[in-house]
């Protein structure tokens, strides 16, 4: 089994470079969706302090690696040969699939702060910053949706995003990125960061059909 891991800070794109997968007919796997389906278990709402509380607990109760092993329990039950992760958030979870899987290659994407706010502000998770428990939309099939410009963000919402990657640094985020293989940075326009990522699979060996890589063209 191949695995392709996308690693990056909230909003930095890595939603729309798994959709570009999908669209490849790659399977996507989402390291989040352990949490919120953990969350839905315990019947709590997938607010962005729930889901912090319930992602510190369960590495804390079954290691730093839990979220990786689950997925990795799930990408081996789909037969696949190559895997796409959206979401590693740790050096440790790196590792883990590094050690477990035939071949494996971490990505980093990054983009501005300022546009990761505007679109994580615009996207409509019950998670995103400066959401009330009960607002914003569902998120489907495990996919962010990055858009070009939407309002400017308040306040709230960027100290809410700040504690957000505070925690998520703080699980080793910064030392995972650091072993990236590979740094795709999203700082130019949607087409363009979409091309990016078709040129990525190319590079990593994975069959992309030629009506997309010729897509936005």
Known sequence: M????????PGSGKGEASRIAKEAGLMVLVMGDIIRQEASRLGLEPTDLNLGRI?????????????AKRILDRARATGEEVVVVDG????????YFAAHAEEFHLVEICAPAEARLKWLTARGRP???GRSPAGGGQREGGDEKIIVSCEEPDRKAAEALEERECRELGWGMCEAMKTA???????GSLVEF????????AMLAVEIPS???ERDE
């Not at 992602?55 to 979220?67: C, H, I, K």
């Not at 293989?181 to 700082?187: E, F, G, S, V, Y």
């Not at 979409?194 to 699979?201: H, Y």
Request: charged share 35%.
């Open 127 to 129: 998670d995103d910053p």
């Open 181 to 187: 293989d590979m740094k795709l940075r999203n700082d």
């Open 55 to 67: 992602g510190n607990a369960l590495r804390a109760a079954e290691g730093p690696e839990v979220v």
């Open 211 to 213: 009506r997309m890589m």
């Open 2 to 9: 191949k695995i392709i891991g996308f690693i990056g800070l």
């Open 194 to 201: 979409r091309k990016n990522v078709r040129s990525l699979f």
């Open 88 to 95: 590693l958030r740790s050096r440790q979870e790196a590792e």
